[in-house]
């Protein structure tokens, strides 16, 4: 979930629309004080912050924040407050933007922080008798060593990390092929082809399941 700090109706109903046309889950606060106090209860993914609020400040709201949780942060702020913008990155902002701003280049942000995030989450991955080892990006099945190509490692990861949830075609381009291909979602479905025949035939397992008009899932 990631959480939408702004009082400009207009800023917040647009980017909140484009991050759900991504998939992302989304939540919106005008005020400062009340959006503080929601970050601090919840666990959100991410934090997009707008600086001159209702209530208390971006600024203020940030320091707070940062005395005991490291939700990344994007601020977003007007050309005329980049002494703003500095203070916010002293105090723990991860990044910022400068309003008016580019959709792509936002969603491109958080994807950056989203990853950065992802990559302290655990070294190993494993289904049943299969493992993952990021570290050294190994793939066992049974102790057996499975050779992968990077993007096949890439997508068998992400659906490791998102097992038991559904994974739109969509998303998984967007996770392992990034944000800048171009290409057709078919290219997803080659590459499952490629996992079970790497995984699934040799080893005789249902690891990657189709579930019909909406994507791929692995599941207990
Ligand atoms: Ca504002």
């Known amino acids: 979930m990631i959480l939408i700090v702004e009082d400009e109706a207009k800023i917040a109903r647009f980017v909140q629309l484009e991050l759900e046309h991504e998939g992302y889950s989304v939540k919106h606060i005008s005020d400062g004080r009340a959006a503080l106090e929601s970050a601090l209860t919840h666990d959100y993914e991410l934090i997009i912050l707008d600086l001159m609020l209702p209530g208390m400040s971006g600024i203020e709201l940030l320091r707070r924040l940062r005395q005991s949780k490291d939700t990344p942060v994007i601020i977003l702020t007007a050309r005329d407050q980049i002494m703003d913008k500095v203070a916010g990155l002293d105090i723990g902002a991860n990044d910022y ?40 990006r190994s793939v066992t099945y049974d102790d057996v060593p499975v050779e992968l190509t990077k993007k096949e490692y890439d997508l068998l990861v992400y659906l490791l990390e998102n097992k038991n949830i559904v994974v739109s075609r969509e998303q998984a381009l967007d996770a392992v092929w990034g944000f800048d291909f171009y290409g057709n979602t078919n290219v997803v479905d080659v590459y499952v082809r490629y996992l079970r025949s790497k995984i699934d035939d040799v080893f005789d397992v249902k690891l990657v399941r189709t579930v019909r008009g909406a994507g791929y899932i692995i599941k207990d």
Do not use: Q
Not at 107 to 128: E, N, P, Q, S
């Open 97 to 136: 933007m400068t309003k008016p701003f580019a959709i792509e280049e936002l969603l491109a942000r958080i994807r950056v922080h989203l990853k950065k995030r992802d990559a302290f989450k655990a070294d190993r991955l494993t289904y049943g008798k299969l493992v993952v080892d990021r570290n050294s």
